[in-house]
């Protein structure tokens, strides 16, 4: 029972260690999220207003922060990438440098 326990917890452990990290596949639905969650509010708005042109302006007010929204993750993402690199590449000349 307890080594049962034992790798229940190491595979939580790697769970919530791997889910930490953001993956680039989630990027894009920061552009489809916007779009939707805005147009709703257009349309909302459009008919408590009785208007017909917030709609189109939520979409693209949608389409514009969703892609914004998905760049700074790809940022995020790609900088995470080149700083674990740069810290194994700085690890390797260290270990190389002290034997």
Do not use: C, H, K
């Amino acid at each position: 029972m307890s080594a049962t326990t034992a790798n229940v917890r190491t595979a939580m452990a790697e769970s919530s260690a791997s889910s930490s990290q953001p993956r680039s596949s989630s990027a894009p639905s920061y552009l489809v999220a916007g779009v939707l969650f805005y147009g709703a509010v257009g349309w909302l708005l459009d008919q408590w207003l009785g208007t017909r042109f917030l709609v189109a302006a939520g979409v693209l007010l949608g389409a514009g922060l969703g892609t914004y929204m998905m760049i700074v993750q790809l940022n995020r993402l790609t900088a995470d990438e080149q700083g674990t690199t740069r810290t194994d590449r700085t690890d390797q000349t260290n270990d190389e440098e002290s034997e």
